[in-house]
T-cell receptor
Framework: AQSVTQPDIHITVSEGASLELRCNYSYGATPYLFWYVQSPGQGLQLLLKYFSGDTLVQGIKGFEAEFKRSQSSFNLRKPSVHWSDAAEYFCAVSFKGFQKLVFGTGTRLLVSP | DGGITQSPKYLFRKEGQNVTLSCEQNLNHDAMYWYRQDPGQGLRLIYYSQIVNDFQKGDIAEGYSVSREKKESFPLTVTSAQKNPTAFYLC????????????FGPGTRLTVT
């Protein structure tokens, strides 16, 4: 079965420091990959997505992610974290012909002053 | 403004009562989804619908029911058969044509006591 792993439940980063959130998926087909962000008590907002082409994708709020097929990974990065980035981040995957998204369990980002 | 509306934001019910959560979208999307979110478990798919008058069970459909009589509406009923209904419920929609990007509503927090 398809699955998505986000190995870090919580991450704390100092404001201004760089950030990398990890995401790995399982399945052999070419994936459609997504990163969503959720503020407490709110819905999910799409940060970025990868369908094909350039494996480094840019998203909103200064985020980027890189698809590495050999590692089945789609890690999210930001060069300098702001206090407003504190939220929960979800990686999700789907595939051609598959009408559902499979979500990881999320990583909660805390930003320290 | 196009988007997804969920109402109410907070809902309280006594055990043994059925309750219906509203989800409306004006994005002209064909596909709609209901997810349940519990701390540490990510998003789990309850039901989804790719077209009016048709819907499929997701991973945790037991104790829930849905209808899709109109393209823009996909209400979820939490029945008394759902053993642990207290959770945050998220509705989403997508074009359903294969790009799989889902747009989320703000969520409804249901508390059953």
């Amino acid at each position: 079965a398809q699955s998505v792993t986000q190995p870090d439940i919580h991450i704390t980063v100092s404001e201004g420091a760089s950030l990398e959130l990890r995401c790995n998926y399982s399945y052999g087909a070419t994936p459609y990959l997504f990163w969503y962000v959720q503020s407490p008590g709110q819905g999910l907002q799409l940060l970025l997505k990868y369908f094909s082409g350039d494996t480094l994708v840019q998203g909103i709020k200064g985020f980027e992610a890189e698809f590495k097929r050999s590692q089945s990974s789609f890690n999210l990065r930001k060069p300098s974290v702001h206090w407003s980035d504190a939220a929960e981040y979800f990686c999700a995957v789907s595939f051609k012909g598959f009408q559902k998204l499979v979500f990881g369990t999320g990583t909660r980002l805390l930003v320290s002053p | 403004d196009g988007g997804i509306t969920q109402s109410p934001k907070y809902l309280f019910r006594k055990e043994g009562q059925n309750v219906t959560l509203s989800c409306e979208q004006n994005l002209n999307h064909d596909a709609m989804y209901w997810y349940r979110q519990d701390p540490g478990q990510g998003l789990r798919l309850i039901y989804y619908s790719q077209i009016v008058n048709d819907f499929q069970k997701g991973d945790i459909a037991e104790g829930y029911s849905v209808s899709r009589e109109k393209k823009e509406s996909f209400p979820l009923t939490v029945t008394s058969a759902q053993k642990n209904p207290t959770a945050f419920y998220l509705c989403a929609s997508s074009t359903g044509t294969g790009d799989h990007e889902q747009y989320f509503g703000p969520g409804t927090r249901l508390t059953v006591t």
